[in-house]
């Protein structure tokens, strides 16, 4: 379908993408449910992102991807698909994947544990076998962690209410994408979100929890260099998080059971969905948080 201009969507092309009336999309205008503005004459007009934005939230599934800037896959993209994309350095193929899954009404929890963290366990798989040659590797993080920037903008903003999260990685862990995955289901389920970045001293991170107080901090951590120094921190961090009313929430391969005996912390998840389930149970919804429903651990 042709769209009026490259900017905006009018009412018609709103509907057509959703697969809905002219009239739903003109009452969910007036209970103010997806973001539009009006021109001088009175027309509706909306952005793809905000179309994009309120598909997601609200669970309403995209009828034609095109009208919104994306491709329109013919079939559902495998995970040996997205590898060969992913490993390859196809990064067009791969994004317009994970956004057809986006599209499709996928939670962003399932699309890290069934998505991303295979893929990525494959890459790193492939690299150690000298199936993969390093920069293959490298190039293939860079194509994941520009993907899932990506997604994050097709998330709506998170209410000035909603709960806060602020999250990072200790000193010596340069790994990104864990933090990159837990703000994208935070932010999913309407979070507000500050996220730290990887390699901070813990005094640092200590300096951010009481700067902003958060209901929750985050903490990803991949490998362990020093397994007294990271009890020692993450048992350091949990004290402060308890005389600021924040939770702890720790994963990561460096959290072991042999490990984690030794920490105190609110609790430890092993997948995103878990990080999921234990943010709804514990905190609830958010305002603005997406309706999409069926997570299994």
Not at 55 to 83: C, F, I, K, N, R
Not at 175 to 201: F, K, Q, S, T
Not at 234 to 255: P, S, Y
């Amino acid at each position: 379908m042709q769209t009026e201009n490259n900017n905006h969507l009018t009412t018609a092309e709103v509907a057509h993408a959703l697969g809905v009336s002219t009239a739903t999309v003109k009452r969910w205008c007036d209970q103010k449910r997806i973001q539009m503005h009006k021109t001088i004459g009175g027309h509706r007009r909306f952005t793809r992102q905000a179309v994009l934005q309120f598909a997601h939230q609200m669970g309403v599934q995209v009828a034609d991807s095109e009208t919104l800037g994306h491709v329109t896959l013919e079939t559902e993209p495998t995970l040996e698909d997205m590898y060969q994309f992913l490993i390859s350095g196809q990064e067009k193929c791969f994004n317009e994947s994970l956004v057809h899954l986006f599209l499709g009404q996928t939670s962003c929890a399932s699309l890290c544990d069934h998505y991303i963290t295979p893929l990525l366990h494959r890459v790193g798989c492939d690299w150690s076998t000298g199936d993969a040659n390093i920069y293959q590797e490298r190039r293939a993080l860079e194509v994941m962690n520009r993907s899932i920037l990506h997604l994050r903008t097709m998330l709506k903003d998170p209410s000035p209410d909603a709960a806060l999260a602020v999250g990072g990685t200790f000193s010596g862990n340069w790994y990104h994408i864990p933090n990159l995955m837990a703000e994208m289901v935070l932010r999913d389920l309407g979070w507000r979100c500050v996220p730290l970045g990887n390699h901070l001293p813990v005094e640092s991170m200590v300096q951010a929890i009481k700067d902003h107080k958060p209901d929750l901090f985050w903490l990803s951590e991949t490998h362990v260099n020093d397994s007294e120094q990271l009890t020692n921190w993450v048992n350091h961090l949990f004290d402060v998080c308890e005389k600021n009313g924040t939770k702890l929430v720790i994963g990561g391969q460096a959290f072991s059971n042999h490990v984690k005996k030794n920490l105190c912390f609110t609790t430890c998840c092993d997948t995103m969905t878990h990080f999921k389930l234990f943010l709804t149970q514990i905190f609830g919804p958010q305002p603005g948080g997406t309706h999409i429903k069926g997570d299994t651990p």
